[in-house]
Nanobody
Framework: QVQLVESGGGLVQAGGSLRLSCAASIPTFSSYAMGWFRQAPGKEREFVATISWNGGSAYYTDSVKGRFAISRDNAKNTVYLQMNSLKPEDTAVYYC?????????????????WGQGAQVTVSS
C-alpha cells in the first residue's frame, strides 16, 4: 500500500521560508518521479514542482521559479519542497504525489498517489 505523508506546513509571514517534507512508504520510491501541487480555497489544484526519479531533472511553475526548490533523498524515501520568499498568494494546501513513471510531469493525471496535504499560510 502506498502512503505519502506531508509535514512542515504552518503559518509564516511574507518573505519567510518553510520546508515541506513528504515521507513515502513506497518500496520502489527511487523508480518514480515525484511532484508537489497546491490548492487554494475556491481554486483548482495546481502544479508547483516535479523532480525525476534520480533528481536529475526538476521543473517548476513560473510563479515559484527562483523561490522554491524541490529535492529528494532516495535513501530516506523522502521528497522536499524548500519554499523561500513566501508570498500571501502561496497560501494553500500543498500535496505531494508519486508519478506514474520515472519521468516528470505537470498534469494531475501524471500522478497515481497523493498525500493528505499540508496547510501553508502566508500572512501579509
Amino acid at each position: 500500500q502506498v502512503q505519502l505523508v506531508e509535514s512542515g506546513g504552518g503559518l509564516v509571514q511574507a518573505g519567510g521560508s518553510l520546508r515541506l517534507s513528504c515521507a513515502a512508504s513506497i518500496p520502489t520510491f527511487s523508480s518514480y518521479a515525484m511532484g508537489w501541487f497546491r490548492q487554494a480555497p475556491g481554486k483548482e489544484r495546481e502544479f508547483v514542482a516535479t523532480i525525476s526519479w534520480n533528481g536529475g531533472s526538476a521543473y517548476y511553475t513560473d510563479s515559484v521559479k527562483g523561490r522554491f526548490a524541490i529535492s529528494r533523498d532516495n535513501a530516506k524515501n523522502t521528497v522536499y519542497l524548500q519554499m523561500n520568499s513566501l508570498k500571501p498568494e502561496d497560501t494553500a494546501v500543498y500535496y505531494c504525489a508519486r508519478g506514474n513513471t520515472y519521468s516528470t510531469g505537470s498534469r494531475l493525471t501524471d500522478y497515481a498517489y497523493w498525500g493528505q496535504g499540508a496547510q501553508v499560510t502566508v500572512s501579509s
